[in-house]
């Protein structure tokens, strides 16, 4: 099973990238998938996770109102539309993915990739 994140990189203060995260390996049917991130120093943060109907979706208090998560299940994707981006936001984004939605939100899922780097400039 492989997750594979791309989108990340570098950007100044109220900016916006977007995330993308490629599942494989198996299917992820009734498979809630999501993202945490981890700053330098910090434990890892729940950001976000959307259920496999796309009827459930979960967003850290922090990121309300400036970040989107979708996903294409035709494609086993998940993104993460990243608005207004703060210095704070500065962390690896890692894709993650569990039947429980539970586990995303503790960020200790089943699944997860290897990350990749968010930079947001002051």
């Known amino acids: 099973v492989q997750l594979v994140e791309s989108g990340g990189g570098s950007v100044q203060a109220g900016g916006s990238l977007r995330l993308s995260c490629a599942a494989s390996?198996?299917?992820?049917?009734?498979?809630?998938m999501g993202w945490f991130r981890q700053a330098p120093g910090k434990e890892r943060e729940f950001v976000a996770a959307?259920?496999?109907?796309?009827?459930?979706?979960y967003l850290a208090d922090s990121v309300k109102g400036r970040f989107t998560i979708s996903r294409e299940n035709a494609k086993n994707t998940v993104y993460l539309q990243m608005n207004s981006l703060k210095f704070e936001d500065t962390a690896v984004y890692y894709c993650?993915?569990?039947?429980?939605?539970?586990?995303?939100?503790?960020?200790?899922?089943?699944?997860w990739g290897q990350g990749t780097q968010v930079t947001v400039s002051s």
């Open positions: 959307i259920s496999w109907n796309k009827e459930l979706t």
């Open positions: 390996g198996r299917t992820f049917m009734y498979y809630f």
């Open positions: 993650q993915a569990d039947r429980s939605d539970g586990r995303l939100r503790l960020a200790t899922p089943e699944y």
